[in-house]
Nanobody
């Protein structure tokens, strides 16, 4: 069973940066994609970015492209989300997720809160 544990959330001023981490365990991830999603109060959970664990290929939602960077450290089984130039619209609970092959994301972390003050 895949286990995902996020960390790194917190309070940051507008224009600031945060790096989220997601520690993954319970499986060999060579055929997985790892992703980040976020959910603001009263809104749907939305896709942010994903990375192919093996190739390192990445994909981003348009709203964060150029500001956020997803990466992974295979030796640590950890996925990162570097978030720069944050604005109040980025405030949400951020979730790490995993999917295997062509399946949709079906393993989720507990989430980490990101708050951006204006």
């Amino acid at each position: 069973q895949v286990q995902l544990v996020e960390s790194g959330g917190g309070l940051v001023q507008a224009g600031g940066s945060l790096r989220l981490a997601c520690a993954a365990s319970g499986h060999t991830f060579s055929d997985y994609h790892m992703g980040w999603f976020r959910q603001a109060p009263g809104k749907d959970r939305n896709f942010i970015a994903s990375i192919n664990w093996s190739s390192g290929g990445t994909y981003y939602a348009g709203s964060v492209k150029g500001r956020f960077t997803i990466s992974r450290d295979i030796s640590k089984n950890t996925v990162y989300l570097q978030m720069n130039n944050l604005n109040p619209g980025d405030a949400a609970i951020y979730y790490c997720a995993a999917r295997r092959g062509d399946n949709w994301f079906d393993s989720w972390g507990q989430g980490t809160q990101v708050t951006v003050s204006s």
